[in-house]
């Protein structure tokens, strides 16, 4: 060893010894589940410490490996224990109205076609979400957003597409970061014009020309998105409309995601994946062949199983092809009014394990850092020095138990960028 490097070793040591470091928050009797992977299940450690600093984590390791730290305020965890902030990576949880009655009728037995045609489906929520203030759709999703934040939700993905308009459109986006404005979480949002083909348009290659002449560039230059969406679908939009949207959001810098192979297959996904998409969602219908483009193109496959589970769908996601091509799958809850009415990710979890087989670590990383990465958040979704510090208290004994029952649990305590949020 070089003096000169002795040196410096030696004035750290005496500089730590001297100089405790300092922190705003330090978490202790916890474990951690710390979603690192590489290493034990769920990145665990028991008898842990967590220390943050600012809005972020300073440290997050054994207890006994600690620094000797300065704390404005410790916090005896109990014994719980302490997971990265819950992401619900795709939502649609700004809508006016409700699709409550369809519902109704539909087990009455009046079948999906007659209810289109008597003006329900989505249809209906557009002219609902086209029909009310502002003031109407933040109050209704904020309620809706609540209960998400009251289980340790601490980012959320808002998307447009019940607007099919500009005026309704940008109104739907505003809302959206309005709720990351007011309440305690952090809200992506996703343009999602070409979600369905508004009735004053008989042509799906004009409205195509219209959300990316004219609703998709004013959404970039007013900053409203962080990301742009299709539905790739035979009741949505071909792979080709959906490409020249791609190409559109790329001119202007925008990363893509895209609902695809929902309820048949397209070719979406690879089409996507062309695109370096963030994500790709639902993909009940991936073919095998694929999914190796999406390892390449690092685009994460988000299950939603909220929506499989509504429609009675019976087409299971290539669970076992995306593990063993190692494609990151994430969970999230769809949130939306015709086919996942559900504000609740613990929920999805539950039933990502139940009815798609994912083991209870996986649902886990996917509803926290795989849910973060499909939304190109790298400083979430792990506990992590530096790392935004976005943490959940549980009252649990293991992990395993945030998948395994409904409705068993709350968060005891949440933090989001640093600051504890209070119980919700
Ligand atoms: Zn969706």
Not at 69 to 78: I, S
Not at 134 to 146: K, V, Y
Not at 274 to 287: M, R
Not at 332 to 343: I, K, Q
Request: with cysteine; glycine share 10%; proline share 6%.
């Amino acid at each position: 060893m070089s003096i000169h490097v002795y040196t410096s070793k030696l004035v750290s040591l005496l500089w730590k010894d001297l100089m405790p470091e300092r922190c705003d928050c330090l978490l202790v009797n916890t474990s951690l589940a710390t979603m690192v992977e590489g290493g034990v299940p769920y990145g665990a450690i028991a008898d842990g410490a967590l220390a943050i600093a600012g809005d972020r984590i300073l440290y997050a390791g054994p207890r006994s490996d600690a620094p000797d730290f300065t704390a404005e305020q410790v916090v005896d965890c109990g014994g719980g224990w302490l997971t990265p902030g819950l992401v619900d990576c795709h939502t649609h949880l700004v809508f006016g109205g409700n699709r409550a009655l369809e519902f109704e009728q539909r087990l009455q037995g009046v079948s999906y076609e007659e209810i289109a045609r008597a003006g329900g489906g989505i249809l209906s929520t557009v002219r609902d979400t086209r029909d009310a203030t502002e003031g109407d759709l933040l109050a209704s999703a904020r309620a809706r957003l609540q209960p998400l934040l009251a289980e340790g939700v601490t980012t959320v993905e808002i998307k447009s597409g019940y607007g099919l308009n500009l005026a309704t459109e940008l109104r739907m986006l505003r809302v959206a970061r309005q709720l990351g404005q007011e309440m305690p979480v952090s809200v992506r949002t996703t343009f999602l014009g070409a979600h369905a083909l508004p009735p004053e348009f008989s042509s799906a290659d004009d409205y195509i020309d219209h959300v990316c002449g004219e609703i998709l560039p004013e959404v970039a230059r007013l900053g409203l998105a962080d990301a742009v969406d299709v539905f790739c679908e035979g009741v949505g939009f071909s792979p080709r409309q959906c490409e020249r949207v791609f190409a559109a959001a790329r001119a202007l810098d925008l990363p893509v995601k895209a609902h695809v192979e929902q309820l048949s297959n397209l070719g979406g996904a690879a089409l996507a994946a062309e695109y370096d998409a963030l994500s790709v969602d639902h993909l009940e219908y991936l073919a095998e062949s694929d999914v190796p483009a999406l390892k390449a193109a690092g685009t994460i496959a988000v299950l939603l199983p909220g929506a499989y589970y509504f429609l009675g769908e019976t087409q299971r996601p290539p669970v076992s092809a995306l593990r063993q091509h190692a494609v990151p799958m994430a969970v999230a809850t769809d949130l939306n009014p015709g086919s996942s009415p559900m504000a609740s990710l613990l929920l999805a979890m539950n039933q990502a394990a139940v009815l798609f087989g994912l083991t209870p670590q996986e649902c886990l990383r996917g509803a926290t850092r795989h849910g973060a990465l499909a939304l190109g958040l790298g400083s979430k979704g792990l506990l992590r020095p530096g790392m935004d510090a976005d943490v959940v208290l549980w009252a649990i004994g293991h992990p395993a138990e945030l998948s395994y029952g409904v409705n068993f649990h709350r968060p005891e305590k949440v933090w989001r960028g640093g600051v504890c949020a209070p119980a919700a």
